[in-house]
């Protein structure tokens, strides 16, 4: 049995987000990425070859896919789910406090 | 892109606790689970086909495993892997306010 907990030992400032890996077994990935006011560089995509499933814990985001006019805004409690090869992009996370993101990558 | 949050539409008060499937995949399954004060029958365990990983979103419980002497107390944040057919039972769930499981079984 394996326990701990997601807001544990959450940085204010880090030079860059940072991914800790919760779970991983053959078809799913579980992690903790904390950002503090990180954002994709611009022009930049994310482009998936595994569908992923996205819960913001804490902060706030905003996410921005391809082709949609809107971003979508992330706060505690939002979940999105990303399908394998849907490019979107991290316009922004929270300047104030951390963002705490769970992320699960599955095939 | 299917989005939503995991704390919309929360009873305060159930006579069972509440499923909700978030995500249906071949090889993963995330489910919100809502608690308000149930617990496992007494000698009832839980004995599951597939490995799960639960994280507590809001109130607070407690899991006991087979075998140990203390019971796993889960607050906000608070994370545990249960391996296949590791049998668990829930103690308690919070009496004061509503509890929000998410649950990813996982094969």
Redesign the interface.
Known sequence: ????????NVADNLPDEQIME??S?R??R?ERIVSTGHATALNEWYDQGR?E?V?L?AGSAALI?EG?TEP?LL?????????AH?RHRVAWTDQSVPTVW?A?H??
């Open positions: 049995m394996i326990t701990g907990n997601v807001f544990a919760l779970l077994a078809n799913v579980i569908a499933w819960l814990l896919f949609e979508l706060e505690p409690g939002t979940y999105v789910h990303i399908d849907v769970l699960i599955y095939q």
